[in-house]
């Protein structure tokens, strides 16, 4: 590469990286579109990830949203989140759910879950943050686990992540239709 090249490269590849990465005002609200992405399959990277089990029927992921009364984040952190599980109720008490993973195994579980109760902790918006201390095995051992809770019609709402900031937790929920 011809040394005065490499410096106007670089730069523009910075600067497509940048655009690339969603920013605050790049994120969907609970009240627009679920973007394509969020329903795309898991990383290649991320298949050997936990995401915790899977207590009821598959769910394509033509049908989470269905599955989940509408209540799927419509953001998740930039870093190649795709849907790894889903699932539907079996019966009138059981939960249905689905988690995503990223190439870093980072997890974000959402249930809703027909006897689960909202319990007690700080206020994000209209959520409870019932859980944020360290924990995760393997790659994660040590990593910020983060649940929060909200009341719906159906139940409740539960979202667990593993691996996530807390800004990044409150974000994802921010982006959930209740």
Do not use: K
Not at 10 to 36: I, V, W
Not at 67 to 79: F, I, Q, T
């Amino acid at each position: 590469m011809r040394p005065g090249l490499r410096a106007p490269l670089l730069a523009a590849a910075a600067a497509f990286a940048l655009a690339a990465c969603p920013t605050p005002s790049d994120r969907a609200g609970p009240d627009e579109p679920l973007p394509s992405a969020i329903l795309s399959p898991q990383h290649e990277a991320a298949q050997s990830c936990p995401v915790g089990g899977v207590p009821g029927p598959v769910v394509t992921a033509d049908r989470v949203e269905s599955a989940l009364e509408g209540h799927v984040p419509h953001y998740l952190p930039p870093s190649q989140f795709g849907l790894a599980a889903a699932w539907g109720p079996v019966g009138g008490s059981a939960t249905a759910g689905a988690a995503w993973a990223d190439p870093r195994c980072r997890v974000v579980r959402v249930v809703v879950d027909p006897n689960a109760s909202v319990g007690s902790g700080p206020q994000v918006g209209v959520w409870t943050l019932t859980r944020s201390e360290q924990c995760g095995s393997g790659l994660l051992q040590g990593a910020q686990c983060l649940e929060y809770r909200v009341e719906v019609p159906e139940g409740a709402i539960v979202v667990s992540t593993v691996g996530l900031a807390r800004e990044e937790g409150d974000a994802v929920v921010d982006s959930i239709p209740v």
